[in-house]
């Protein structure tokens, strides 16, 4: 069964901190690998990484895939309060009607 | 439109009332999903459109769902005879053909007393 972990569940931390969140992955016919911030009510998309060992980076947000051991990680540096939300990944499975595999989040809390 | 659009943003009902959802895609965009996510819990898939065909409902959780989508555009779901265990928020993403990336409507809070 195709499944999408992510840890941790929950992270605490302060401003000026950096933060590493896990993503991994066991889908057949894996496509692509997607990141989402969830902050009220609508995921809004981070990135896409489909090639492994290719950063994608926007701001102090960045992102890498490793399709050999099947994870991926989202790094945010310089944390700010701004950036408490959950993070959700999400694998797209390209033979199952490209249907997103959701992971649980990781819950972000940025204290001041 | 510039972006999905998913009305009403809140609806409050009582158990066993019917309600409609609906959602406005991205101009354009062929594929359009429904998911549901209740109060502290991952996104739970509903359905899948690609036009106005549903290849893929296996995330209804039961009859009482049911979601049809017109013109390859608007989509409404419909809740009947809903109950407590309804209540969550619905999200509604669409996304091009050939397109990985879903874009996300704001959703509908949707809570039955």
């Known amino acids: 069964e195709d499944k999408v972990v992510q840890s941790p569940l929950s992270l605490v931390v302060h401003e000026g901190d950096t933060v590493t969140l896990n993503c991994s992955y066991e889908?057949?016919?894996?496509?692509?690998l997607l990141w989402y911030k969830q902050e009220k009510k609508a995921p809004t998309f981070l990135f896409m990484l489909?090639?492994s060992g290719i950063e994608k980076k926007s701001g102090r947000l960045s992102s890498i895939l490793d399709k050999k051991e099947l994870f991926s990680i989202l790094n945010i540096t310089a944390t700010q309060t701004g950036d408490s939300a959950v993070y959700l990944c999400?694998?797209?499975?390209?033979?199952?009607?490209?249907?997103?595999?959701w992971g649980l989040g990781t819950s972000l809390a940025v204290n001041p | 439109g510039a972006g999905v659009s998913q009305s009403p943003s809140n609806k409050v009902t009582e158990k066993g009332k019917d309600v409609e959802l609906r959602c406005d895609p991205i101009?354009?965009?062929?594929?359009l999903y429904w998911y549901r996510q209740s109060l502290g819990q991952g996104l739970e898939f509903l359905i899948y459109?690609?036009?106005?065909?549903?290849?893929?409902k296996s995330g209804l959780p039961s009859d009482r769902f049911s979601a049809e989508r017109t013109g390859g555009s608007v989509s409404t779901l419909t809740i009947q005879r809903t109950q407590q265990e309804d209540s969550a928020v619905y999200l509604c993403?669409?996304?091009?053909?050939?397109?990985?990336?879903?874009?996300f409507g704001p959703g509908t809070r949707l809570t039955v007393l």
């Open positions: 993403a669409s996304s091009s053909l050939g397109g990985n990336e879903q874009f």
């Open positions: 101009s354009g965009h062929t594929a």
């Open positions: 459109f690609q036009g106005n065909s549903a290849p893929d």
């Open positions: 889908v057949t016919n894996f496509r692509s």
């Open positions: 489909t090639s």
């Open positions: 999400a694998v797209i499975n390209a033979g199952n009607n490209r249907k997103l595999i």
